[in-house]
């Protein structure tokens, strides 16, 4: 009779794991639209992040994207900047960054949404502080990495993640 009972609850959990996967597919297909509504009433159609070229054919010279504050120092012209540029490589771009005298530059990889990508650097909420994100395929902001000053070095911190992927129908 035991032998019985759990022959039938494996057979049972089998089933109830099929169920769930079936529900879970189901649901992921339905939140994965490919059109977006824009307010005008047009149709953007997203292209899958496997459709994207990876490559850029020639990446600007000039900085993308400009952050500058001015240190607040009596005897010399200093300032933290931020300078965002592009690379061969089309999600990736290269930071240069500059406090007082001290430089460094360090590459920052956008997350492949299947858009071009709209890096942005705004401020921060703490003096010297420059926020880098990008725009989403909503068109709203979203921050990726702080760059500010801890004892009187420059500090890239990472504020979140993010990770895309692709569903095959």
């Known amino acids: 009779m035991a032998v019985f009972c759990l022959l039938g609850q494996a057979a049972y959990f089998r089933r109830m794991k099929k169920i769930c996967t079936l529900f879970f597919v189901a649901g992921v297909l339905a939140c994965n639209p490919t059109d977006t509504k824009n307010a005008d009433g047009s149709t953007t159609t ?9 490559e850029r054919a020639s990446p600007k010279t000039t900085a993308v994207q400009h952050y500058q504050e001015k240190v607040n120092h009596d005897l010399n012209n200093w300032y933290f900047k931020v300078d965002l540029y592009e690379t061969a490589k089309r999600f990736t771009y290269t930071i240069k960054l500059q406090y007082e005298e001290i430089t460094g530059e360090d590459d920052i990889t956008l997350p492949n949404l299947g858009l071009e990508p709209q890096p942005i650097l705004k401020k921060g909420s703490a003096p010297y502080e420059c926020i880098i994100g990008f725009m989403d395929e909503k068109n709203e902001f979203r921050e990726y990495k702080k760059v500010h000053i801890v004892d009187g070095a420059l500090k890239i911190t990472t504020l979140k993640s993010y990770a895309v992927s692709t569903v095959q129908q």
């Open 46 to 54: 997203q292209k899958a992040a496997a459709d994207m070229d990876l």
